[in-house]
Protein backbone atom coordinates (compact mmCIF):
# COMPACT_ATOMS: atom_id res chain seq x y z
CA UNK A 1 0.00 0.00 0.00
CA UNK A 2 2.39 2.52 0.99
CA UNK A 3 4.61 1.97 -2.42
CA UNK A 4 1.65 2.37 -4.07
CA UNK A 5 0.91 5.96 -2.69
CA UNK A 6 4.52 6.86 -3.38
CA UNK A 7 4.12 5.93 -6.84
CA UNK A 8 1.13 7.35 -7.13
CA UNK A 9 3.17 11.26 -5.50
CA UNK A 10 5.75 10.16 -7.99
CA UNK A 11 3.20 10.57 -11.15
CA UNK A 12 2.06 13.39 -10.07
CA UNK A 13 5.16 15.72 -9.47
CA UNK A 14 5.22 18.22 -11.40
CA UNK A 15 7.49 21.12 -11.95
CA UNK A 16 5.35 24.57 -11.26
CA UNK A 17 7.29 26.58 -13.53
CA UNK A 18 6.94 24.51 -16.82
CA UNK A 19 2.88 24.34 -15.38
CA UNK A 20 3.15 28.11 -15.82
CA UNK A 21 4.69 28.55 -18.78
CA UNK A 22 2.50 25.72 -20.24
CA UNK A 23 -0.43 27.65 -18.91
CA UNK A 24 0.50 30.77 -20.89
CA UNK A 25 0.74 29.19 -23.37
CA UNK A 26 -2.41 27.50 -24.09
CA UNK A 27 -4.03 30.42 -23.31
CA UNK A 28 -1.93 32.35 -26.37
CA UNK A 29 -2.79 29.39 -28.67
CA UNK A 30 -5.90 30.98 -29.91
CA UNK A 31 -7.88 34.63 -29.25
CA UNK A 32 -11.18 32.30 -28.71
CA UNK A 33 -9.33 30.50 -25.64
CA UNK A 34 -11.05 30.89 -22.52
CA UNK A 35 -12.19 29.24 -19.15
CA UNK A 36 -14.80 27.02 -20.63
CA UNK A 37 -12.83 25.88 -23.40
CA UNK A 38 -9.91 24.92 -21.23
CA UNK A 39 -12.21 23.06 -19.09
CA UNK A 40 -13.11 21.15 -22.50
CA UNK A 41 -9.61 20.22 -22.95
CA UNK A 42 -8.87 19.15 -19.92
CA UNK A 43 -12.13 16.98 -19.46
CA UNK A 44 -10.44 14.33 -22.08
CA UNK A 45 -7.93 13.20 -19.68
CA UNK A 46 -5.06 15.41 -19.63
CA UNK A 47 -4.29 16.69 -15.79
CA UNK A 48 -1.56 19.07 -16.42
CA UNK A 49 -1.10 22.32 -18.99
CA UNK A 50 2.32 20.85 -19.59
CA UNK A 51 0.60 17.68 -21.40
CA UNK A 52 -0.26 20.08 -24.01
CA UNK A 53 2.79 22.34 -24.54
CA UNK A 54 6.22 21.35 -25.50
CA UNK A 55 8.79 21.86 -22.92
CA UNK A 56 11.19 24.45 -24.59
CA UNK A 57 7.86 26.44 -25.40
CA UNK A 58 6.71 26.31 -22.06
CA UNK A 59 9.66 27.78 -20.55
CA UNK A 60 9.84 30.61 -22.84
CA UNK A 61 6.88 31.75 -21.86
CA UNK A 62 7.39 31.26 -18.00
CA UNK A 63 10.68 33.39 -18.61
CA UNK A 64 8.27 35.84 -19.65
CA UNK A 65 6.21 35.54 -16.90
CA UNK A 66 8.61 36.10 -14.67
CA UNK A 67 9.91 39.30 -15.88
CA UNK A 68 6.06 40.49 -15.46
CA UNK A 69 6.46 39.12 -11.52
CA UNK A 70 9.73 41.09 -11.03
CA UNK A 71 9.09 44.04 -12.18
CA UNK A 72 5.46 44.73 -10.43
CA UNK A 73 7.44 43.63 -7.20
CA UNK A 74 5.44 40.35 -6.86
CA UNK A 75 7.92 39.20 -3.82
CA UNK A 76 4.87 36.41 -2.42
CA UNK A 77 3.92 35.33 -5.96
CA UNK A 78 3.32 31.67 -6.12
CA UNK A 79 0.91 29.12 -7.91
CA UNK A 80 -1.46 26.56 -6.89
CA UNK A 81 -2.24 23.88 -9.49
CA UNK A 82 -5.05 21.55 -10.06
CA UNK A 83 -4.49 17.87 -9.12
CA UNK A 84 -1.48 18.94 -6.78
CA UNK A 85 -1.72 18.59 -2.43
CA UNK A 86 -2.49 22.67 -2.25
CA UNK A 87 -5.03 23.00 -4.51
CA UNK A 88 -7.97 23.86 -2.69
CA UNK A 89 -11.11 21.30 -3.83
CA UNK A 90 -13.63 24.30 -3.75
CA UNK A 91 -12.00 25.77 -6.86
CA UNK A 92 -13.61 22.69 -8.67
CA UNK A 93 -16.47 24.03 -8.06
CA UNK A 94 -16.38 27.08 -10.05
CA UNK A 95 -18.11 26.96 -13.06
CA UNK A 96 -15.45 26.18 -14.92
CA UNK A 97 -12.74 23.70 -12.52
CA UNK A 98 -9.79 26.01 -12.81
CA UNK A 99 -6.72 24.37 -13.60
CA UNK A 100 -3.96 27.20 -12.51
CA UNK A 101 -4.47 29.82 -9.60
CA UNK A 102 -2.12 32.94 -9.00
CA UNK A 103 -1.47 34.88 -6.08
CA UNK A 104 0.17 36.96 -4.00
CA UNK A 105 0.35 37.07 -0.20
CA UNK A 106 -0.48 34.17 2.23
CA UNK A 107 -2.12 30.96 0.69
CA UNK A 108 -3.06 30.00 3.70
CA UNK A 109 -6.28 32.41 4.03
CA UNK A 110 -7.95 30.07 1.46
CA UNK A 111 -8.22 27.49 4.27
CA UNK A 112 -10.30 30.21 7.02
CA UNK A 113 -13.89 30.63 7.24
CA UNK A 114 -14.72 33.47 4.35
CA UNK A 115 -17.45 35.75 3.51
CA UNK A 116 -18.02 37.21 -0.27
CA UNK A 117 -19.31 40.87 0.20
CA UNK A 118 -19.88 42.16 -2.82
CA UNK A 119 -22.20 44.82 -4.55
CA UNK A 120 -22.05 47.96 -6.90
CA UNK A 121 -19.54 50.00 -7.77
CA UNK A 122 -21.55 53.07 -7.46
CA UNK A 123 -23.51 52.75 -4.39
CA UNK A 124 -25.32 54.93 -1.93
CA UNK A 125 -23.86 56.40 1.46
CA UNK A 126 -26.28 53.87 2.99
CA UNK A 127 -24.78 51.49 1.19
CA UNK A 128 -21.30 51.80 2.50
CA UNK A 129 -22.73 52.18 5.61
CA UNK A 130 -24.57 48.78 5.35
CA UNK A 131 -21.06 46.97 3.72
CA UNK A 132 -18.91 48.59 6.96
CA UNK A 133 -20.99 47.19 9.61
CA UNK A 134 -21.37 44.06 8.07
CA UNK A 135 -17.65 43.40 7.51
CA UNK A 136 -17.43 44.62 10.71
CA UNK A 137 -19.75 42.02 12.38
CA UNK A 138 -18.66 39.01 10.16
CA UNK A 139 -14.51 39.93 11.67
CA UNK A 140 -15.97 39.78 15.03
CA UNK A 141 -17.03 36.54 14.42
CA UNK A 142 -13.79 34.93 12.72
CA UNK A 143 -14.87 35.40 9.27
CA UNK A 144 -11.69 36.27 6.55
CA UNK A 145 -13.50 39.04 4.31
CA UNK A 146 -13.83 38.32 0.65
CA UNK A 147 -14.11 40.74 -2.33
CA UNK A 148 -12.88 41.80 -5.32
CA UNK A 149 -11.06 45.01 -5.17
CA UNK A 150 -13.12 47.08 -7.00
CA UNK A 151 -14.57 50.53 -6.48
CA UNK A 152 -17.42 51.06 -3.98
CA UNK A 153 -18.88 48.19 -2.21
CA UNK A 154 -15.58 45.78 -2.82
CA UNK A 155 -12.99 48.82 -1.75
CA UNK A 156 -15.52 49.12 1.50
CA UNK A 157 -15.41 45.79 2.41
CA UNK A 158 -11.45 45.21 2.45
CA UNK A 159 -10.76 48.63 3.75
CA UNK A 160 -12.76 47.73 6.61
CA UNK A 161 -11.49 44.49 6.90
CA UNK A 162 -8.43 46.10 7.45
CA UNK A 163 -9.49 49.22 9.71
CA UNK A 164 -10.55 46.48 12.38
CA UNK A 165 -7.67 43.60 12.42
CA UNK A 166 -9.74 41.42 9.69
CA UNK A 167 -8.38 39.18 7.41
CA UNK A 168 -8.95 39.94 3.75
CA UNK A 169 -8.90 38.06 0.41
CA UNK A 170 -8.89 40.00 -2.85
CA UNK A 171 -10.10 37.74 -6.11
CA UNK A 172 -9.02 39.87 -9.12
CA UNK A 173 -9.95 40.06 -12.75
CA UNK A 174 -6.82 40.98 -13.83
CA UNK A 175 -3.08 39.38 -13.96
CA UNK A 176 -1.30 40.03 -10.43
CA UNK A 177 0.64 42.62 -12.01
CA UNK A 178 -2.32 45.15 -13.01
CA UNK A 179 -4.22 46.93 -10.34
CA UNK A 180 -7.81 48.14 -10.89
CA UNK A 181 -9.33 50.45 -10.50
CA UNK A 182 -5.74 52.24 -10.15
CA UNK A 183 -7.10 54.00 -6.99
CA UNK A 184 -6.82 51.34 -5.59
CA UNK A 185 -2.80 50.55 -5.98
CA UNK A 186 -2.45 51.53 -1.87
CA UNK A 187 -5.39 48.99 -0.59
CA UNK A 188 -3.65 46.28 -3.25
CA UNK A 189 -0.35 46.66 -1.87
CA UNK A 190 -1.28 46.34 1.74
CA UNK A 191 -3.70 43.03 0.84
CA UNK A 192 -0.60 41.72 -1.00
CA UNK A 193 2.05 41.98 1.92
CA UNK A 194 -0.59 40.66 4.63
CA UNK A 195 -3.24 39.34 3.10
CA UNK A 196 -3.81 37.79 0.40
CA UNK A 197 -4.75 38.24 -3.52
CA UNK A 198 -5.73 35.26 -6.22
CA UNK A 199 -5.54 35.78 -10.30
CA UNK A 200 -6.73 33.41 -12.36
CA UNK A 201 -6.29 35.78 -15.16
CA UNK A 202 -2.98 34.80 -18.32
CA UNK A 203 -0.17 37.67 -17.41
CA UNK A 204 0.43 37.37 -21.30
CA UNK A 205 -2.90 36.74 -22.90
CA UNK A 206 -4.34 39.79 -21.01
CA UNK A 207 -1.73 41.76 -22.56
CA UNK A 208 -2.54 41.71 -25.92
CA UNK A 209 -6.49 41.56 -25.59
CA UNK A 210 -8.64 44.64 -25.82
CA UNK A 211 -10.65 46.31 -23.37
CA UNK A 212 -13.52 44.20 -24.57
CA UNK A 213 -12.52 40.96 -23.95
CA UNK A 214 -10.64 41.87 -20.76
CA UNK A 215 -13.76 42.57 -19.32
CA UNK A 216 -14.84 39.01 -19.58
CA UNK A 217 -12.45 37.85 -17.04
CA UNK A 218 -14.65 39.74 -14.54
CA UNK A 219 -17.28 37.70 -14.45
CA UNK A 220 -14.91 34.83 -13.93
CA UNK A 221 -13.44 35.56 -11.14
CA UNK A 222 -16.95 36.15 -9.57
CA UNK A 223 -17.57 32.59 -9.79
CA UNK A 224 -14.30 31.96 -8.24
CA UNK A 225 -15.25 34.10 -5.63
CA UNK A 226 -18.00 32.74 -4.79
CA UNK A 227 -16.60 29.04 -5.07
CA UNK A 228 -13.79 29.57 -2.61
CA UNK A 229 -16.33 31.16 0.06
CA UNK A 230 -18.95 30.04 2.61
CA UNK A 231 -21.56 32.44 1.53
CA UNK A 232 -21.75 35.58 -0.58
CA UNK A 233 -23.73 38.66 0.45
CA UNK A 234 -25.03 41.18 -1.50
CA UNK A 235 -25.20 44.88 -0.14
CA UNK A 236 -26.03 46.49 -3.21
CA UNK A 237 -26.91 46.01 -6.46
CA UNK A 238 -28.37 47.34 -9.71
CA UNK A 239 -30.64 45.86 -11.76
CA UNK A 240 -27.81 44.66 -14.67
CA UNK A 241 -24.86 44.66 -12.17
CA UNK A 242 -21.88 42.18 -12.43
CA UNK A 243 -22.59 40.96 -8.79
CA UNK A 244 -25.06 39.11 -10.21
CA UNK A 245 -23.13 36.92 -12.00
CA UNK A 246 -21.62 36.12 -8.27
CA UNK A 247 -25.61 35.89 -7.15
CA UNK A 248 -26.12 32.77 -10.07
CA UNK A 249 -22.98 31.20 -9.42
CA UNK A 250 -23.49 31.00 -5.97
CA UNK A 251 -26.85 29.26 -5.83
CA UNK A 252 -25.51 26.72 -8.64
CA UNK A 253 -22.64 25.97 -6.73
CA UNK A 254 -24.85 25.58 -3.69
CA UNK A 255 -23.28 28.50 -1.43
CA UNK A 256 -25.66 30.42 0.76
CA UNK A 257 -26.13 33.61 -0.73
CA UNK A 258 -27.42 36.70 1.34
CA UNK A 259 -29.48 39.82 0.25
CA UNK A 260 -30.10 42.56 2.27
CA UNK A 261 -33.21 43.88 2.55
CA UNK A 262 -32.49 47.35 1.04
CA UNK A 263 -32.54 45.45 -2.46
CA UNK A 264 -36.13 44.42 -2.18
CA UNK A 265 -37.31 48.03 -0.89
CA UNK A 266 -35.86 49.05 -4.51
CA UNK A 267 -38.93 48.98 -6.63
CA UNK A 268 -36.75 49.69 -9.63
CA UNK A 269 -35.25 46.19 -8.95
CA UNK A 270 -37.11 42.76 -9.94
CA UNK A 271 -33.30 40.57 -9.27
CA UNK A 272 -33.99 40.35 -5.81
CA UNK A 273 -37.53 38.53 -5.72
CA UNK A 274 -35.92 36.16 -8.38
CA UNK A 275 -33.16 35.05 -6.49
CA UNK A 276 -35.54 34.23 -3.25
CA UNK A 277 -37.27 32.20 -5.06
CA UNK A 278 -34.39 30.53 -6.02
CA UNK A 279 -33.27 30.15 -2.76
CA UNK A 280 -31.09 33.37 -1.62
CA UNK A 281 -32.09 34.06 2.37
CA UNK A 282 -33.61 37.98 2.47
CA UNK A 283 -31.68 39.77 5.39
CA UNK A 284 -33.63 42.11 7.26
CA UNK A 285 -31.47 42.78 9.97
CA UNK A 286 -28.08 41.11 10.34
CA UNK A 287 -29.28 38.29 12.91
CA UNK A 288 -30.87 36.49 9.91
CA UNK A 289 -27.93 36.25 8.64
CA UNK A 290 -25.64 35.08 12.08
CA UNK A 291 -28.54 32.61 12.55
CA UNK A 292 -28.62 30.90 8.47
CA UNK A 293 -25.00 31.59 8.04
CA UNK A 294 -23.76 28.70 11.27
CA UNK A 295 -26.50 25.89 9.49
Known sequence: MENS????????AISPSLEIGSYEALWDQSE?????????MFASGAMFPSHFIATEVAEKYYAEVMKRVQNANLNQFG????????????????????????????????YTPSVAIVGTR?????GIRRAKKLTQGLIEKGYTIV????????????STALEYGGKTIAVIGTP?????????????ARIAKDHLIISQVPFIKYEKQNIKTKRLYFPERNKTMSALTKATVIVEAGETSGTLVQARAALKQKRKLFILQNNFDNPRLTWPKRMEEKGAIRVKDFNDLWVHLEY
Open 5 to 12: IFENLQSC
Open 176 to 188: LSEVYPKENKDLF
Open 32 to 40: KMGFAKLAK
Open 147 to 158: SGLAAGIDTAAH
Open 79 to 110: VRIRGTLDYKPSFLEACEPLEVIYYEGLWDLV
Open 122 to 126: HPSEE
